[in-house]
């Protein structure tokens, strides 16, 4: 029952932590004393070694670590055609520490896509690789979520319909523009739908003005605009958590407001879902999961350094086979090692024992 295709039995959300050299490199550009080449060099050396590394763990499926960026999703959504970044206060907070207050907002109208520094960045691990190479970008609605209106001036956009259209015009043609270069496993990571879960967040958006039971549609229709030009060939999946910064996290609720829309509407090949906590609600919700769909089971924690054992999320894998089919199933951890390039609260060694750990347990359930 092993999988040719992706998302794999043992697979990952992609993130992980940002090596020493790295690290230090970052810190001499920043201060002037290593040009952007020298940067460049290290990246690229880093990423290959990174690369081996998955090869090596048994994963199926590889990504660059996310190493060239410092943030999951700005450095992806800073370079859209109309998009900005800014420096002021987070309203969206995690519990704990504080990401840098970098935030985004519409300065033109959107639909157009040129090009991204990101889709070298993906022909550079394909190059690199003997097996499948996954990209990893922010889903659309990263541009609205935190902001709401207050992100997208009434002069630019007086419909916010034309907001959403316009928007999932420009994933439309990004989309086909990492297919046309080669990618063939592509992944929106999508925090937002699983924050809609969240009461407190929830009343949030609504005291701002917008309405969070018409939310889910909106980004469900950019998802699928995203989604509507790809070759057949190509797998695109989306990835669900409740924020992951330092080992902590933003919001808590299960998936059950948004799971028949998730599954039957939004036209992705699969879903990697977090899993790792109760935050995350049980597996009922994958009842609404159809025939030909795959779950991503998020049952190991990249939050902390702690192996899981292995009899304990076979358990929870029969748990979740309960409500959706084993053949349905795969393994990953609940989210990226270093959704930025602080990391989570764990070291590089207890990273890749989790990660081979997945792999010997899908080895175990699956064959």
């Known amino acids: 029952m092993q999988r040719s295709k992706p998302p794999f039995r043992a697979d990952h959300v992609g993130s992980l932590l940002r090596p020493v050299a790295l690290k230090e490199a970052r810190a001499k550009r920043e201060k002037g004393e290593i040009d952007e080449t020298a940067l460049r060099a290290i990246e690229d050396r880093e990423i290959e070694k990174v690369i081996k590394k998955q090869e090596d763990a048994g994963l199926k499926s590889v990504t660059d670590g996310e190493f060239r960026r410092a943030s999951w999703q700005n450095d992806f959504l800073k370079l859209l055609p109309g998009v900005e970044a800014y420096v002021g206060e987070r309203k969206i907070k995690f519990q704990g520490p504080q990401p840098k207050p970098l935030l985004l907002r519409v300065v033109g109208k ?85 924050y809609l879960c969240d009461p407190t967040l929830r009343e949030q958006v609504r005291s701002r003005g917008d309405d969070p039971d018409r939310l889910p549609a909106a980004y469900a229709s950019m998802l699928n605009a995203a989604m509507s030009d790809i070759p057949a060939d190509m797998t695109v999946t989306m990835h669900l958590c409740r924020g992951n910064f330092r080992s902590t996290f933003v919001a808590s609720g299960g998936y059950e407001p948004i799971a028949e829309l998730l599954f039957n509407t939004i036209k992705v090949h699969g879903y990697f879902m977090e899993y790792d906590s109760a935050r995350a609600g049980g597996f009922e919700p994958l009842r609404f999961v159809p025939k030909g769909k795959t779950v991503v089971l998020g049952l190991v924690t990249s939050k902390t350094g702690q192996l899981e054992s292995k009899d304990a999320i076979k358990r929870r894998i029969e748990e979740a086979a309960k409500f959706v089919p084993l053949d349905q199933l795969c393994l990953s951890p609940q989210c990226g090692f270093a959704s930025s390039e602080e990391g989570n609260t764990l070291a590089e060694d207890e990273q890749w024992a989790k990660l081979r750990m997945i792999v010997e347990v899908a080895e175990d359930v699956w064959g």
């Open 110 to 194: 959107l639909g157009a896509f040129n090009s991204h520094p990101m889709i070298e960045h993906m022909k550079f691990v394909k190059s690199h690789t003997k097996v499948t190479a996954k990209m990893t970008i922010p889903s659309p609605s990263s541009v609205h979520f935190r902001y709401g209106r207050e992100g997208v001036p009434e002069q630019l956009y007086p419909s916010m319909d034309d907001f959403y259209r316009d928007l999932g015009q420009t994933y439309r043609k990004a989309v086909r523009a990492f297919a046309d270069a080669g990618c063939r496993y592509l992944q929106l990571d999508e925090v937002n739908l699983a």
